[in-house]
């Protein structure tokens, strides 16, 4: 009998002939871990196999092609041949020995078809932007009998049941479902019962042919939330229909995909947590089969919520998961401190959408996430000593896995606090601030000797006596020199970061609010926490009415919505066209949203020319502007700067620069270089 707060999501939960052992599902992500052949890969194996060991009640793998000749993805998979039951077999057998279920997710890409895109009717794909083909009657028959064969390949391979993906008006059965992509005419348009049609007499097909004892959870979206979009109430109308046609589960997810960022599927934190959860109530009350839900159920205390309210049967989990996969048995284990929480930074999108494909997704916080086989934490054979300097997120992460190796490590921070770029981003985006607190607690969970208000020299370092010395000191940010009259309200991004470390003594002409902060003593510093500072600046900020930015990186724009949030009219001046460039396509458009909704003005493309008391002046394209602003904040540049490392050559064997202080790389590259680094040693 499961114990503990979170004992409701350690039940069984029995889906048909199938019982998973918890009501902690993963959904089904696309990867490209598979082959160019659609083959299954070592990579995939693994990266199941270690949150199938994490404690995940039921896996679901990434949609299964259900023909040879509809590619999905570069990398995707397929189901469409017998010659594909092997590697899915070898892939079920791992998952199996680690405890959990597993099904695959079978469709037909439809007009999302990278090769051939068919549909219901012309419909444009967001992700290639081909117009599909459209399906001829005679056609459809054909097509219900490969979903079939696949879901019978399924059952031969040793999954425990299957998903049907028929949601988001997305894939060849959603496209059908749609009143936005099929405009048909004929026995398979029209209204609700011509364009369910197909997907009620393919899941009828496949539980013939597979067995009615073949689990099958169907996947559609409850509210499509968009303009003519399915409505929440015909949706009821159809799960009942699910259901008869042989459906042993209904999983809910929302939105619709006609936009290549899926900005309704994977969501930023615009959208609230657990947002499908309502609409997964309203079908669960018109059935009497479980329902799971997914979308954005990132905290464990939210899916509880789910769980208990009856809003749902089973929570469905995807990023959080790649994040932390042993976050069910930290959960069962009462280790919840330990938690490395999914930020919504929607890197694992962007790892796709940036060719090459080679690199497939990745995961921000956790660099082991689809990196199983060539990156893990072992015992080290020798205890070494390891030294740190700098106490960002690569220092963190860096001592953090040296410890778990059985180093033992010592970190230098020359700040009175632990955080580094990680803290002023958690102070201005507060989904940064749980990736602080899990580094900060897990240094103090493994004892690691953390240094404070240590300023790292070549002598101290090697009176250490290191093995191994890892730089994590950060980038250096380098700051336009601006013509400015006397008396105009200026600071730059370096002084307000100075100003809140605590680091050392004020730049010389620093202005009084910096100044002060900077003289906080210590204890003061170190008790500052971003959550704090967030507080603090909706009743105080050293700006006046009107701030003007000038800058073009993410920290810059991230800087102009933290301000205008906070009741200033802001403008944001880049010398780039396009702003914040090291992140990808998903993440910069959901930021740029962020800042159009609360109206800032953004102009790009120009060139400072001065700043005075009451205005910033520019030019574009050799025509001089100007913008109002009594305040302006000179965001300025970071740029790699080893200088440290470089000193410390020959201290000891190794000594390895990671993080910001070889170029900005963001979180990402914080993690990926910690993890390669303290691997490698």
């Known amino acids: 009998m499961p114990t503990g707060p979170y004992a409701r999501l350690f ?61 999905y993805q570069p990398q995707s998979l397929s189901l469409g041949d017998e010659r594909f039951i092997e590697g899915h077999r070898r892939l079920v057998e791992r998952v199996h020995a680690e405890g959990a279920k597993i099904q695959p997710q079978i469709s037909h890409p439809g007009p999302e078809s990278m090769t051939d895109p068919v549909g219901p009717s012309v419909c444009v794909a967001a992700g290639t932007g081909w117009p599909s083909r459209v399906l001829a009657v005679e056609e459809i028959d054909a097509i219900m009998d490969l979903y079939a064969a696949a879901a019978v390949r399924a059952r031969e391979a040793g999954y425990d049941g299957m998903e049907l993906h028929a949601a988001h008006a997305y894939m060849l059965l959603g496209s059908f479902l749609s009143t ?109 089969v479980p329902v799971m839900v997914v979308g954005r159920i990132h905290r464990p205390e939210v899916a509880l919520q789910v769980v208990e309210q009856g809003s749902a049967d089973v929570v469905m989990m995807a990023r959080p998961l790649l994040a932390d996969p042993e976050l069910p048995n930290k959960l069962r284990q009462g280790r919840e401190r330990e938690l490395r929480r999914c930020l919504s930074c929607q890197n694992c999108i962007d790892s796709m959408l940036i060719a090459p ?144 470390s605590g ?46 930015i000038v800058g073009s990186d993410l920290a810059a724009v991230e800087l102009a919505e933290f301000i205008v949030r906070r009741g200033r009219q802001v403008s944001l001046l880049s010398e780039r066209i ?14 740029m949203v962020r800042l159009d909704r609360p109206g800032v003005v953004l102009i790009t493309g120009i060139r400072v020319e001065r700043i005075e008391r009451a205005a910033v002046h520019f030019s574009r394209d050799g025509k001089p ?29 190794r000594v390895i620069a990671i993080g910001d202080c070889t170029g900005l790389g963001l979180i990402r590259q914080a993690t990926e270089q910690a993890a390669r680094a303290v691997c490698g040693l």
């Open 11 to 71: 039940e069984p939960v029995a889906i048909g002939s199938m019982e998973i052992p918890n009501r902690i599902a993963m959904s089904a992500m696309t990867t490209n871990f598979g082959t160019a052949d659609f083959e299954v890969s070592e990579r995939l194996i693994e990266y199941h196999a270690t949150r199938a060991r994490g404690g995940v009640g039921l896996l679901t793998v990434e949609m299964c092609s259900v023909d040879t000749a509809q590619r």
């Open 180 to 288: 936005q992509r099929n405009r048909r005419e004929d026995d398979y348009g029209g209204d609700l019962e011509g364009r369910a049609r197909m997907l009620l007499e393919t899941l009828r097909r496949i539980k013939r042919v597979a067995g009615r004892d073949f689990p099958v959870t169907v996947r559609i979206s409850g509210f499509e939330d968009s303009f003519d979009g399915r409505a929440l109430w015909e949706t009821q109308l159809l799960a009942p229909q699910l259901v008869a046609a042989g459906a042993d589960c209904i999983q809910v997810s929302g939105g619709v995909s006609h936009d290549k960022l899926v900005g309704q599927i994977v969501c930023g934190p615009a959208y609230p947590e657990a947002y499908n959860a309502p609409v997964a109530a309203a079908i669960r009350a018109v059935v009497d």
């Open 357 to 500: 494909f080679d690199a497939n997704m990745n995961c921000a916080v956790n660099a082991f996430s689809g990196r199983e086989t060539e990156l893990a934490v072992v015992p080290a054979i020798q205890r070494k000593h390891v030294v740190v300097i700098g106490g960002g997120t690569a220092g963190m992460e860096a001592a953090r896995l040296s410890a778990e190796r059985g180093f033992r490590v010592t970190l230098l921070e020359r700040s009175p606090r632990l955080g580094g770029s990680l803290f002023f981003a958690a102070t201005v985006h507060s989904d940064n601030e749980p990736l602080l607190h899990f580094l900060r607690n897990e240094l103090e969970r493994l004892r690691v000797d953390v240094q404070l208000g240590n300023t790292a020299t070549r002598d101290k370092v090697a009176a250490l006596r290191p093995d191994a010395v890892l730089v994590a000191t950060g980038a250096r940010v380098e700051v336009p020199d601006i013509p400015r009259v006397a008396g105009a309200r200026i600071f730059s991004g370096s002084e307000l970061r100075h100003a809140l």
């Open 503 to 548: 680091a050392g003594e004020p730049a010389p002409g620093s202005r009084w609010p910096l100044r002060l902060a900077a003289a906080a003593p210590s204890r003061i510093q170190s008790r500052l926490t971003p959550a704090l500072l967030r507080r603090l600046t909706r009743y105080y900020l050293p700006f006046g009415k009107r701030v003007c």
């Open 578 to 591: 396009e702003l914040a460039t090291e992140v990808g396509p998903k993440r910069r458009q959901e930021q």
């Open 625 to 653: 502007g100007s913008i109002a602003a009594d305040t302006a904040v000179i965001a300025g540049e970071p740029v790699a700067d080893t200088t440290l490392a470089e000193e410390l050559e020959g201290v000891c064997d």
